[in-house]
């Protein structure tokens, strides 16, 4: 069973940029899909990228793509998440997600492990 730390979150000005870490420990990191969700006030999580155990394939949404980027270094155990050009519509409880599969899901049902998330506010 893997347990996940993030950190990396806080306030920036929109514009700016933040980068995100999720560490993983008590398991196999490379067995393990990684994705990043996020939640703003409300009941669901929102997908926002995700990457393969071998970081062959990533996968985001469309709310970020080009401004995101996930990547991964299996030696550390930990997964990123690079959030340039923030705006505050970013604002969020940021949440990092494991699952042992070949591919990368985007479906929050999908990941069985989660962190407790960090906050990134980008205030308007």
């Known amino acids: 069973q893997v347990q996940l730390v993030e950190s990396g979150g806080g306030l920036v000005q929109a514009g700016g940029s933040l980068r995100l870490s999720c560490a993983a420990s008590?398991?196999?990191?490379?067995?393990?899909?990684m994705g990043w969700f996020r939640q703003a006030p409300g009941p669901e999580r929102e997908f926002i990228a995700a990457?393969?155990?071998?970081?062959?394939?990533?996968y985001y949404a469309d709310s970020v793509k080009g401004r995101f980027t996930i990547s991964r270094d299996n030696a550390k155990a930990t997964v990123y998440l690079q959030m340039n050009s923030l705006k505050p519509e970013d604002t969020a409880v940021y949440y990092c997600?494991?699952?042992?599969?070949?591919?990368?899901?985007?479906?929050?049902?999908?990941?069985?492990?989660w962190g407790h998330g960090t906050q990134v506010t980008v205030p308007s």
């Open positions: 997600a494991a699952v042992i599969a070949s591919y990368a899901p985007s479906r929050e049902s999908d990941y069985n492990y």
């Open positions: 008590g398991g196999t990191f490379n067995n393990y899909a």
């Open positions: 990457i393969t155990w071998n970081s062959r394939n990533t």
